[in-house]
C-alpha cells in the first residue's frame, strides 16, 4: 500500500511516520512537508510551499496513492483566519486533489480532537471558535465523502495525547480521557490499511480498536 503523511514533522505525525516505515504492508510513503526529512528506501518527500496549492511535481508522486493519514496543524493558531485556512482550507484542498488523483477506493484519515463541536449554534464554555472550525472541518470532510464515491473518511477525535513512556505528571493528567501517541498512529495505521464500520473514531473507540 502506498500512503500519503502530512504532519510527519510534529509529535503525532512523526509517529504514524515511524510506524508507516517499520510496517510491511507499507510499501511506499509520501510525506506532504515544507521541509525535507531524512531519507529512507520507502520514503519520499514531496515539498509543498503551500497546502492551497499542488503542483504537478507533487501529484505525480501522489496519484496512485491509497490513503492519507492526515495530522496536518499548527501548535499555537494566532487567530481564527489561519486556524480556518489550516484547518478547513488545506484541508478540503487536499480532499479534492486526492479525489482527482489518487486511486479508489481512497482512504482518508482525518485527526481532529474530542473538543471538536460539529453543532456551529452549541454554547461552549472554552475554545468555542477553534473548536467550533474543528467541527466545522469534520462536517465538511464527511459531506465531501459522501457526495464522491471511492473516497472514504475516517474521523480520530483523541483527547489528551500521551507520549509512550508517560513521567508521573504525565500519569496524574492522563487520569481523564487519554491515548498514548503510539496507539493513536497504530489505530488511524489500521484504518488506513483496512478501514473500519465507523466514520466518527472518539477516544474510547480508539482505545477499544487497539485492544482488540
Known amino acids: 500500500m502506498k ?5 510527519s514533522t510534529g509529535f503525532v505525525g ?3 511516520l515511524s510506524q508507516c516505515l517499520q510496517h510491511p504492508a507499507i510499501t511506499s510513503i509520501v510525506a506532504l512537508s515544507r521541509r525535507d526529512l531524512p531519507a529512507h528506501e520507502k520514503l519520499q518527500v514531496a515539498i509543498v510551499e503551500d497546502f492551497l496549492t499542488y503542483p504537478n511535481s507533487v501529484r505525480e508522486k501522489i496519484q496512485d496513492a491509497d ?3 492526515w495530522t496536518l496543524g499548527k501548535a499555537r493558531i494566532p487567530d481564527n483566519d489561519t486556524a480556518r485556512r489550516v484547518s478547513i482550507d488545506y484541508t478540503l484542498t487536499a480532499a479534492r486533489v486526492f479525489q482527482d488523483t489518487c486511486q479508489k477506493p481512497f482512504r482518508f484519515i482525518y485527526c481532529s480532537g474530542a473538543a471538536a463541536e460539529r453543532d456551529q449554534t452549541k454554547p461552549l464554555w472554552f475554545m468555542q471558535d477553534y473548536r467550533r472550525i474543528r467541527g466545522q472541518v469534520e462536517t465538511e470532510t464527511l459531506d465531501f465523502a459522501r457526495d464522491h464515491t471511492g473516497f472514504e473518511a475516517h474521523i480520530m477525535r483523541p483527547a489528551m495525547i500521551l507520549t509512550r513512556d508517560m513521567s508521573l505528571q504525565r500519569l496524574v493528567f492522563s487520569l481523564g480521557p487519554s491515548i498514548k501517541v503510539d496507539d493513536l498512529a497504530r489505530t ?3 484504518l488506513a490499511l483496512n478501514g473500519g464500520p465507523k466514520n466518527i473514531w472518539e477516544n474510547a473507540d480508539m482505545n477499544q480498536r487497539d485492544d482488540s
Open 188 to 190: 488511524m495505521l489500521d
Open 3 to 7: 500512503v500519503i503523511l502530512t504532519g
Open 67 to 69: 490513503a492519507c493519514i
Open 14 to 16: 512523526g509517529e504514524v
